[in-house]
């Protein structure tokens, strides 16, 4: 029988529930525990893939080819484990199967309605998600803040697990302390409105966790357990750290895993967090900078740059950085200054590599092929993700195969030279306007060519990664750029399609097709990635 740790937000949003939640799952895990998290999202889109990355951030892709929120990803990295489509959920999710259980007369002649239907299905997917991978400790994280609209069915099924099972339901809440500058003094007087909102949807939290920029001191934590009934060890000092990767071990200072375990009546299993202590010791130790510039262009909203678009891209550099020692420093190019300045280019020179992730459509495409010529030109290391690896097969086919025009379908379909086009089922998708939920989603196998970089990399023969994309590099063209230098190093081989294209001649130039930036994590840094680092820190 599984225990379940429900996390919700107070006060506002983005403060780090995703990694406390990860986290706490890590010190659970870390005590012998079978770990898994799920995530809501109070939204009304089915899946995360409809969402514009800028403003809702990335869409991470599981292996069985969900289109899911970047804190999966988080779930993932923390834990070390691959997390599938079970454990994530919508509103809309859940709507949809509630309505198709009705449209089945599955309710047999009742009145479907919203309670206690909906929270019904919500507790039965979060059990589902316990049993599937039989979890001793499953967390829950309710995304958007307590007091909200949105989120109130599913503290409606929080709050009916936690009175079907009083001793195996946990609430965490995860809560801003203010600093005012006028002031200077710590407030806890937001937390304890979010506690009174929680507790009148009938919930009163087990553990609060103080995100704050210094650690909440003594004085506050008393006040704090007064006034909003928790106890005081039970009030969690979370300040801000350089790394997200040492929350577990800052978490684990105000012993937070023995109180969780303490309540449920459980005993430790004895493991510990030693690796992970060893990651934060590379993290904080390592100097040397390693540059690596990543081209894209979901980066600003309004005056604000956020990187959140590009997470797992991110991590898994600082992956790799501290695989080889170094730290990462990592600069954000917006493409589409280079397309109206391409004197600009010699500010790539700096770097010690080039990163282009994934992307659609024809904003800022023009810059990304340009800074994709001046990296294979001047042998500045390359690392292209999907969008980032067609549009170096489409910069390779224009300036070395001589192909007037060539261009990917999705950008113009009409080009005389489509060397990328569109895979046949998704001209059918297109067609007829079915786009959410399927493009080429989820893990696929490929076939690596021997004595490539990719191979060696890997050091396998065949290996599985997540893709998300409607097109591909086009067959026909094939022998057109091999003869010219490109190696084909991974192909697909059920349909035949070309998953990994590298450079002769050039220190380290890669493209693929898929994201290998979802399989990365801190403890075992993604082949690719490690090489590419690994090259970048050579041409240094
Ligand atoms: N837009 C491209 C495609 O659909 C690449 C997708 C991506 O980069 N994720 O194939």
Redesign the pocket.
């Known amino acids: 029988m599984a225990k379940y740790i429900f996390v919700i937000g107070g006060v506002m949003s983005g403060v780090g529930k995703g990694t406390a939640t990860a986290s706490i799952g890590k010190i659970l895990q870390s005590k012998g525990f079978r770990v898994t998290a799920v995530k809501i999202d109070p939204y009304i889109n089915v899946d995360a893939g409809t969402m514009n990355p800028v403003e809702h951030g990335e869409v991470f892709v599981t292996t069985d080819g969900d289109e899911t929120d970047q804190d999966i990803g988080n779930y993932e990295r923390f834990l070390n484990m691959d997390i599938t489509s079970v454990n994530y959920m919508t509103t809309g999710r859940v709507y949809q199967s509630v309505i198709n259980r009705e449209r089945n007369l599955e309710y047999g002649g009742k009145c479907v309605e919203v309670v206690p239907h909906v929270p019904e299905e919500v507790i039965r997917r979060i059990k589902r998600a316990a049993k599937t991978v039989k979890a001793d400790f499953c967390l829950i994280e309710i995304g958007g803040t307590v007091g909200e609209y949105q989120n109130v069915l599913f503290l409606e099924a929080a709050r009916m697990m936690r009175l079907a099972a009083p001793k195996d339901v946990l609430f965490v809440l995860v809560s801003y302390l203010p600093v005012p500058p006028s002031i200077g003094e710590m407030k806890t007087k937001p937390t304890q409105y979010a506690v009174r909102s929680l507790n009148s949807a009938g919930i009163q939290p087990d553990f609060i966790i103080c995100r704050s920029e210094e650690p909440i001191d003594g004085p506050r934590k008393r006040k704090l357990a007064v006034h909003c009934s928790v106890q005081e060890q039970d009030i969690i000092a979370a300040p801000n750290v350089g790394s997200i990767y040492e929350v577990p071990l800052i978490f684990e200072k105000e012993k937070i895993g023995d109180h969780i375990l303490q309540k449920f009546g459980l005993k430790s299993k004895k493991r510990d967090l030693k690796d992970w202590q060893k990651l934060v010791r590379t993290i904080k130790t390592a100097h040397q900078p390693v540059r690596i510039a990543v081209v894209g262009k979901y980066f600003s909203t309004g005056n604000f740059i956020l990187t959140d678009a590009y997470i797992s891209v991110i991590e898994s550099l600082k992956h790799a950085a501290w695989f080889h020692k170094r730290k990462p420093e990592l600069h954000w190019l917006n493409s589409e200054e280079f397309e109206n300045d391409p004197k600009r280019l010699i500010m790539l020179d700096e770097f010690d590599g080039v990163l282009i992730?994934?992307?659609?459509?024809s904003r800022g495409v023009e810059g990304k092929i340009k800074v994709i010529q001046y990296c294979r030109e001047h042998k500045i290391p390359y690392f292209g993700?999907?969008?980032?690896m067609?549009m170096a097969v489409v910069e390779f086919s224009r300036h070395l195969c001589g192909l007037k025009g060539a261009n990917?379908a999705?950008i113009n379909p009409h080009t005389s030279n489509p060397v990328?086009h569109i895979i046949p089922e998704q001209a059918e998708n297109l067609a007829a306007k079915k786009y959410g939920g399927t493009?080429r989603l989820g893990s696929y196998d490929c076939k690596l060519v021997r004595g490539t970089k990719a191979q060696k990399a890997y050091g396998k023969n065949i290996i599985k990664e997540r893709h998300?994309?409607?097109?591909?590099l086009n067959n026909d063209y094939r022998d057109q750029l091999e003869e010219k230098g490109m190696i084909i190093s991974g192909v697909n081989p059920q349909r035949n399609l070309v998953e990994i294209i590298e450079l002769k001649d050039h220190p380290w130039f890669v493209g693929v097709q898929f994201?290998p930036e979802f399989q990365s994590r801190p403890l075992s840094p993604h082949p690719l990635f490690r090489d590419f680092v690994g090259a970048c820190i050579r041409r240094k």
């Open positions: 992730p994934g992307g659609f459509g993700l999907c969008y980032g067609q990917t999705e990328i493009m998300r994309h409607r097109y591909e994201h």
